[in-house]
Every structure is written in C-alpha cells, then in structure tokens.
C-alpha cells in the first residue's frame, strides 16, 4: 500500500507558474505508475497527465500539453507536476494517483491510491 500527499497549490494569476509535488510513503515509489488528475466545480474528474514506472514514458492532455510536465525523483519518492502558463480554466483541485501497473492510464478507475488533492486557483 502507498500513501500519498499532494502540495503546491495555491492562488496564480494567470501566465504564472506552480509546481505541485507529491510525497508517497508505504511501498517504494519506483513500483507504481503514476498520474495527476483534476477536478473543477461541477465537474467530473479529468486526467491530466501521467508518468510510466520507469519514468521514460509520460503523457499529457491536450489541453496542458506545452504547458505542464510531470516528472518523477525515486530517491526522494517524489512526483511533481511542474505548470507554466496558468489560465482561468486550469482552476481545479489537483489529485495525485498511483497505478500498480508498469503502464499508466488516464481512466480515474484503473488506479489504486490517490491523494487528498491541493486546490489551484487562477485568477484573471
């Protein structure tokens, strides 16, 4: 089992920059695939990005894709999301998730742990 706590959030305005992190304890870190997820008011939760076991594979949504990287440090059981560019409509709660899977994912359901989530809030 892993836990997982996500921080880094906050208030931006837009074109700003955040960089979200994602602490997991329990089993090493190197074991799970793993994915940042969003949820805005009102709305379902959507994926945002993902990184494989090995860290070599990652993935993005069209919509951040240029503008958000996720990357992984194992030494420190580490996932950031760093995020540039901000705009109004990134505003959401941010989850962190982690897969027991080589692979990763962008379906919420096929993964296994997730964060509390750490509120982004853009402003104009």
């Known amino acids: 089992q892993v836990q997982l706590v996500e921080s880094g959030g906050g208030l931006v305005q837009a074109g700003g920059s955040l960089k979200l992190s994602c602490a997991a304890s329990?089993?090493?870190?190197?074991?799970?695939?793993m994915g940042w997820f969003r949820q805005a008011p009102g709305k379902e939760r959507e994926f945002v990005a993902a990184?494989?076991?090995?860290?070599?594979?990652?993935y993005y949504v069209d919509s951040v894709n240029d503008r958000f990287t996720i990357s992984g440090e194992n030494a420190k059981n580490t996932v950031y999301l760093q995020m540039n560019s901000l705009k109004r409509e990134d505003t959401a709660i941010y989850y962190c998730?982690?897969?027991?899977?080589?692979?990763?994912?962008?379906?919420?359901?096929?993964?296994?742990?997730w964060g509390q989530g750490t509120q982004v809030t853009v402003s104009s």
């Open positions: 990184i494989s076991r090995s860290g070599g594979n990652t």
């Open positions: 998730a982690a897969r027991s899977s080589v692979v990763t994912s962008r379906l919420p359901a096929e993964y296994d742990y």
């Open positions: 329990g089993r090493t870190f190197s074991s799970y695939a």
